[in-house]
């Protein structure tokens, strides 16, 4: 099932006119539901207005924190684990400019397999992506429907027996993975791109800052990646709202271990 504005429905009413469609003008919010709980909730919720105000997104009077899981949960209809997408887009009208802010939205899901977080058990191999480059501005922190370099750094991966790339900016200092916020573990310290290199703005990835705070022994900083720190580092994991934490295994000829991955991941499944 499909919810559309509120309403349960078979299939999408999309018209040719849709902004979503031709310009990219949406915004869309990726959470886990498990037993019918909605993962990080408010932190999505919050993010999802923030995001739509950016915008200039006109935010229904009804749009409120309640609202939003419920409308998530309407298309879970038993327990277990989801992936669920609410996309949020400006209605149509006008070109670039458009004739109204108002917005409407849909929502879908799918089902997960399992209904914990888990690290990765196969290989996980990356390199640069760097035909393309993340711009260090604030759109880029949003999630919008505007995901043409994950999209073509995806086939890259592909074409080139990849399992996932690294993203670089304008100042060639490593940002992000196709999907999800990169972590390194260098000796004790363990270093994420801050918000300004243009990275997402990504809900586990505040998880992880927060929760890793609490592991004794470990220091936690926000500081700009160059691709020569991933030579010297111990341990390399990505985290999105889904997945969790995944671990990357291998940078062209370095190799990484899991051991702070596993204690995240273990401290994410207590916590949730």
């Keep these: 099932m499909l919810n559309f504005n509120g309403t349960l429905t078979d299939s999408l009413p999309v018209s040719a006119s849709n902004r ?24 999505h919720y919050f993010r999802l207005m923030a995001s739509m105000r ?42 670039y400019t458009p004739k109204t802010n108002t917005v409407s939205f849909f929502v879908s899901a799918e089902e997960l397999e399992n209904e914990q977080f888990g690290l990765n058990t196969t290989p996980c191999e990356v390199d640069l992506y760097k035909d393309f480059h993340v711009t260090k501005h604030l759109l880029s922190t949003l999630k919008t429907n505007n995901r043409l370099i994950n999209i073509v750094g995806s086939v890259y991966a592909q074409e080139n027996g990849l399992d996932n790339c690294l993203l670089v900016n304008e100042a060639k200092n490593v940002v992000e993975t196709l999907n999800g916020n990169l972590f390194m573990v260098m000796g004790d310290t363990v270093t994420t791109p801050p918000l300004s290199e243009g990275c997402l703005n990504g809900i586990m990835r505040k998880q992880v800052l927060q929760i890793g705070k609490k592991i004794e022994g470990l220091h936690w900083v926000e500081a700009p990646i160059s691709p020569f720190d991933l030579q010297k580092a111990d341990e390399l994991f990505y985290t999105n709202s889904i997945q969790g934490i995944q671990s990357i295994t291998k940078y062209r000829k370095k190799e990484y271990g899991n051991t702070v991955a596993q204690q995240l991941v273990q401290a994410l499944n207590e916590l949730v």
């Design 20 to 43: 979503g469609l031709l310009y990219g003008d949406a915004l869309f919010e990726t959470v886990r539901v498990t037993a019918q709980k909605v993962h990080f909730a408010e932190d």
């Design 54 to 95: 950016i915008l200039r997104m006109r935010i229904p009077a009804n749009f409120t924190l309640e609202y939003f899981e419920e409308q998530l949960l309407s298309v879970v209809q038993t327990n277990g684990a989801f992936r669920v997408r609410m996309t949020v887009f400006r209605n149509e009208g006008g070109r």
